[in-house]
């Protein structure tokens, strides 16, 4: 048995995501979790919410809210939404916990143990009025740019450039609006990655089995221009991990906090620690799965995550790893995936552009999304979410071929024999030659799924729906029925069978309807099929089952029309 620990990117804390964001990194990884668990392989899937930083602070004071108690709600709204698409996490954990903070400090004392922490002093804007340094994004003013008149401290919205809170003209405090601004010195630590480069580079360079968009982003960032940079790990901010040195004090560090980006991919390994305290495991429980030195060394460790994180993933987060110099498990693998578009353009939170977490599951059942969404999942390129490509996909792909194929052979056998699978009749060369060719597709099926190949696997289990569709209509039992029963129950005791090798087959991809078949066939048996032959006699011959209600309704033409029109925003 192979043990595989996963990983999504974790998703930041304010607002709802769009659907973008989930096919981009939670949906995918549920989908290999979910096959390596239906395997027989042991599974530890992780996810948590990132919470630290100014976004966080800001929305929280948009909301009115403490930015703890703001972060609390969102979680619960977060967590809730992944259980309604089926994210089968074994913990959704948070950035902001207590094994999160304790591990990220633990970090930085062996980094600055290992001279790979450096003090640095800086000028930073502080607002008398308010008492505190102010980050990019508290101050904003006019772009010296474009001239646009609220220009934040770190890019302007209106001409997109990059900006130092610095360069802004007329800059005001966006906590007080105050305009009694100056600069002063502050002390920052920062993470001396480039110390780390030729190491890294090592690391990198052994990775031969690597998608090539992870390993050419992550070298891109590694050897372009000046290389590697250091990079500052600490804020003057209320809201994040208090920088310490391992459990110490650490001096001329009071009052600040561990940037965001430093502590959320730790939340990685905080996470599994979560998952065990509130299972009533020990630490040897989460340990076996993240130390080398407490039987890790078999864990097979695969990241998700959009391209955009790749190089934290493949950079930053294994430098504080690397340097820590103690026997943490590194990445064996990294899915990054590209972007998914909306309807001719892009997803837009601000606009209410395109279709969002909470919508889509208040309009469809989660499998119906899960199916488009994995079956046209952006993996060598961008892909595009239509709405008139969604409808066709859903109608034809679930509610042809498969729920059809359902609806026909339950039917059938109820009006005919009765809801028990059939006696009688035998296999001839037809029944031969689909298993031939099932035995041939499931064993792709399981290579593409294995590669997290994605959009390959999903083709291929569409293959396997469409063998069934086929055979059923040569061997058309309704016409052999009249005839010869013996064989027609011969046919449908076979075409029942593959209902339940269809419903283990899918269940990672759509877990509910494979449920929904499972329980229709009144079968507890979902082992996988490596022997075909043998997993097309499962239900024996007397044994119950019924016909399930609709697995798949199709979407109307009435209600695409409507979805398009509700989520196509707001214009600007
Ligand atoms: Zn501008």
Partial sequence: MARHLITSAIPYINGIKHLGNLVGSQLPADLYARFQRARGNEVLFLCATDEHGTPAELAAAKAGKPVEEYCAEMWAVQDEIAKGFRMSFDHFGRSSSQQNRELTQHFAG?????????????????SKADGRFLPDRYVEGTCPNCGFESARGDQCDN??????????????????????????ETKHLY???????????????????????????????L???????????????????????????WPGMEGKVFYVWFDAPIEYIACAKEWADANGKSDADWQRWWRTDQGAEDVRYTQFMGKDNVPFHTLSFPVTILGSGEPWKLVDYIKGLNYLNYDGG?????RGRGVFMDQALEILPADYWRWWLLSHAPESSDSEFTWENFQASVNKDLADVLGNFVSRVTKFCRSKFGEVVPEGGAWGEREEALIAELTTRIRAYEG?????????SAGELRAIWVAGNEYLQAAAPWVTFKEDPETAAAQIRLAL????????????????????????????????????????????VGAAFSVPDV???????????????????VRE
């Fill in 110 to 126: 062996r980094l600055a143990d290992a001279g790979l922490i450096e003090e640095v002093a800086d000028q930073q804007i502080y």
């Fill in 159 to 184: 001409c997109t450039k990059q900006l130092d809170p610095v360069d802004l003209i007329n800059p005001y405090s966006t906590i007080s609006g105050s305009t009694d601004l100056e600069m002063r």
């Fill in 191 to 221: 993470l001396r990655q480039s110390q780390m480069k030729d190491q890294l580079s090592e690391w990198i360079d052994s990775k031969d089995d690597w998608p090539v968009l992870t390993t050419s982003i992550a070298k891109k960032w």
């Fill in 223 to 249: 050897h372009d221009g000046d290389g590697l940079q250091d990079r500052g790990i600490t804020r003057d901010l209320n809201w994040g991990v208090p920088v310490k040195r391992g459990s110490e004090d």
């Fill in 346 to 350: 892009q997803f837009s939170t601000s």
């Fill in 448 to 456: 593409y799924m294995d590669a997290m190949e994605v959009r390959k």
């Fill in 497 to 540: 069978n593959l209902i339940r090798l269809y419903a283990v087959l899918s269940s990672p991809f759509i877990p509910d309807a494979a449920e929904t078949l499972m329980r229709a066939m009144q079968c507890e048996d979902d082992s996988w099929p490596d022997n075909v032959e043998a997993a097309l006699g499962a239900l024996p």
């Fill in 551 to 569: 697995t798949f309704r199709k979407i109307t033409d009435d209600e695409r029309e409507d979805w398009q029109e509700k989520f196509a925003g």
